[in-house]
Structures are given as structure tokens and as C-alpha cells.
Antibody, heavy 115, light 107 residues
Framework: EVQLVESGGGLVQPGSPLKLSCAASGFTFSSNWLNWIRQAPGKGLEWVASINPDGSSTYYPDTVKGRFVVSKDNAKNTGYLQMNNLRSEDTAMYYC????????WGQGVMVTVSS | DIQMTQSPPSLSASLGDKVTITCQTSQNINKYIAWYQQKPGKAPRLLIGFTSRLVSGIPSRFSGSGSGRDYSFSISNVESEDIASYYCLQYDNSPRTFGGGTKLELK
């Protein structure tokens, strides 16, 4: 059974960093894209980061480019989202998801940016 | 980045109705569009990929069509379990982009 489990969320102050993790099991992690998608409270879905199977290419929308860094450790079957200089508008539920288009999703982890 | 214009933002339907949601993209996405269903407090669920390919286990009352920049998603014979929000996603170009979503409610 495919499982994705996010962790690392919480309440942080504006300008702070935070690193999310996504532990994967039940499929060949090294052969699949890893994606991060977020959803602000009461809002729609927003794609925030993608990394290709071997980790050599990453993609971000302008809203997070330069602040967020996606990575994956294929040996540990774990993906990461390093978020720097967090803003109040980054407050959201963050999901990791895999395959293209994403078929498998984690349960999500909440990130709240507030002073 | 490719822009996705999804409409309508909300939809009211009776049980048994057919409903249709559209997504227009800012450039040709070569049929690389997917459709998701999301219920409150849950992660999105992939229903359709590559415009019209139904994911295994998804009921046949869900369907998709389109090409170029114009795509549509339909639910025939709406059932109570279909009450949810629906999103389109283009995965032709990076970064991927979602439509704004459509909230389906019961009339």
C-alpha cells in the first residue's frame, strides 16, 4: 500500500524557516516525482514545488521561488521542503504527493505563520 | 506559468442532474489535464488524467474531454457522495498549475 506521511509543521513567526518531511513507502520512491501542494484555509489548491525522480531538477512558482527548496533522499525514501523567510500568506495545509499527475497524497501537515 | 481559468466557481445541482465544469488554459497543454475531487478535511482525489482517462475505481458517471486550451469535466447522474469541490490541474508544463476550483452543492 502506498503511503506518504508528512511531518514538521507547526506555528512559526514571520521570517522564520521550517522544514517539512514526507516519508514514503509502498512504491519505488526513486523512480517518481515528488510534489508539494498547499491549501490556505478556505482556499484552493496551489502547487508549490516539484522535484524529478533523481533529484536533478526542481520547479517552483514565482510565489515561493527563492524561498522554498525541495529535495529528496532516495536512500531514505523521504522528501523535504525547506521553507525560508516564511510569510503570513504561506499559512496553509501542505501536502506531499507523487506520480504525474499526482495520484498518491499524504494526509497533509499544517503550517501557520503568525506573530 | 500557465494560467488555468476554471468555471463556474460554484454549482448547484439536484440528485440525478448532469453538471459540467470547464477549464481554459493560457496556452495549449496537449491534453495534459487532470481532474480532482476534494471533500472537506481530506486530500484531493485524482479522478481523471490526460483529459479523459478515468482512474481505476472511479465511477463511469465521471468523464472528461477537450483539447488545445479548452477542457471540460462532467458528472452525469449526480449522487450525494459527489458533493465536493473539484479542481483541474495542468501537468504539461512546470510549474504545474491548478484551476481555482468549483464547489458543487445540492439544490
Amino acid at each position: 500500500e502506498v503511503q506518504l506521511v508528512e511531518s514538521g509543521g507547526g506555528l512559526v513567526q514571520p521570517g522564520s524557516p521550517l522544514k517539512l518531511s514526507c516519508a514514503a513507502s509502498g512504491f519505488t520512491f526513486s523512480s517518481n516525482w515528488l510534489n508539494w501542494i498547499r491549501q490556505a484555509p478556505g482556499k484552493g489548491l496551489e502547487w508549490v514545488a516539484s522535484i524529478n525522480p533523481d533529484g536533478s531538477s526542481t520547479y517552483y512558482p514565482d510565489t515561493v521561488k527563492g524561498r522554498f527548496v525541495v529535495s529528496k533522499d532516495n536512500a531514505k525514501n523521504t522528501g523535504y521542503l525547506q521553507m525560508n523567510n516564511l510569510r503570513s500568506e504561506d499559512t496553509a495545509m501542505y501536502y506531499c504527493a507523487t506520480t504525474s499527475p499526482p495520484l498518491y497524497w499524504g494526509q497533509g501537515v499544517m503550517v501557520t505563520v503568525s506573530s | 506559468d500557465i494560467q488555468m481559468t476554471q468555471s463556474p466557481p460554484s454549482l448547484s445541482a439536484s440528485l440525478g442532474d448532469k453538471v459540467t465544469i470547464t477549464c481554459q488554459t493560457s496556452q495549449n497543454i496537449n491534453k495534459y489535464i487532470a481532474w480532482y475531487q476534494q471533500k472537506p478535511g481530506k486530500a484531493p482525489r485524482l479522478l481523471i488524467g490526460f483529459t479523459s482517462r478515468l482512474v481505476s475505481g472511479i465511477p463511469s458517471r465521471f468523464s472528461g474531454s477537450g483539447s488545445g486550451r479548452d477542457y471540460s469535466f462532467s458528472i452525469s447522474n449526480v449522487e450525494s457522495e459527489d458533493i465536493a469541490s473539484y479542481y483541474c490541474l495542468q501537468y504539461d508544463n512546470s510549474p504545474r498549475t491548478f484551476g481555482g476550483g468549483t464547489k458543487l452543492e445540492l439544490k
